[in-house]
T-cell receptor
Framework: DVKVTQSSRYLVKRTGEKVFLECVQD?????MFWYRQDPGLGLRLIYF???????EKGDIPEGYSVSREKKERFSLILESASTNQTSMYLC???????????FGPGTRLTVL | QKEVEQDPGPLSVPEGAIVSLNCTYS??????FMWYRQYSRKGPELLMY????GNKEDGRFTAQVDKSSKYISLFIRDSQPSDSATYLC????????????FGQGTRLTINP
């Protein structure tokens, strides 16, 4: 069974703080993704990575950066958190781009 | 206009009813079609995956794709309270920026 884990289920940060969200998958998947999920907007892709050290912008990359130093780990970084980044953040992985994406449980981030 | 449109509901039906969930997508660049189910406070998980037009059945669930009208449907027969969840349609865009595009999600409640 594929397992995708995220470092925190709930996180509260202050405006201007640097925030790190970590994601780890255990199935040797090539592709990893970061989404945010907001009511009425569904899942929106922030960034994805198709290989170690490779990344591609998604639909809403502004205010975020990512890091993939190891195949199993994909980090999302909020350089200077703002209140409009309060959201549910979901990480996913897949073997091929068109394959099933396996999601982690999500991190609910609140920025005060 | 969103590339994949889904009525966010909420939808509430009695136990045992047939549920119909629907999405539309914008153009022929979308070629793979999926339904994900997301329980409260969990990440989405794949429910159905279809590659082409027609029906695909799995137990009480049937996914239907009509490429001529760009319409995606999920039918749930003999609905159960355990089917209460948010259902997300998704389609993979194979032209341009290749990525999975999600609908907004429909929140479904099955009442005992």
């Amino acid at each position: 069974d594929v397992k995708v884990t995220q470092s925190s289920r709930y996180l509260v940060k202050r405006t201007g703080e640097k925030v790190f969200l970590e994601c780890v998958q255990d199935m040797d998947h090539e592709n990893m993704f970061w989404y945010r999920q907001d009511p009425g907007l569904g899942l929106r892709l922030i960034y994805f990575s198709y290989d170690v050290k490779m990344k591609e912008k998604g639909d809403i990359p502004e205010g975020y950066s990512v890091s993939r130093e190891k195949k199993e780990r994909f980090s999302l970084i909020l350089e200077s958190a703002s209140t409009n980044q309060t959201s549910m953040y979901l990480c996913a992985s897949s073997l091929q781009l068109t394959d099933t994406q396996y999601f982690g449980p999500g991190t609910r981030l609140t920025v005060l | 206009q969103k590339e994949v449109e889904q009525d966010p509901g909420p939808l509430s039906v009695p136990e045992g009813a047939i549920v119909s969930l629907n999405c539309t997508y914008s153009n022929s660049a979308f070629q793979y079609f999926m339904w994900y189910r997301q329980y409260s406070r969990k990440g989405p998980e794949l429910l159905m995956y279809t590659y082409s037009s027609g029906n695909k059945e799995d137990g009480r669930f049937t996914a239907q794709v009509d490429k001529s009208s760009k319409y995606i449907s999920l039918f749930i027969r003999d609905s159960q309270p355990s089917d209460s969840a948010t259902y997300l349609c998704a389609s993979f865009r194979i032209q341009g920026a290749q990525k999975l595009v999600f609908g907004q999600g429909t929140r479904l409640t099955i009442n005992p």
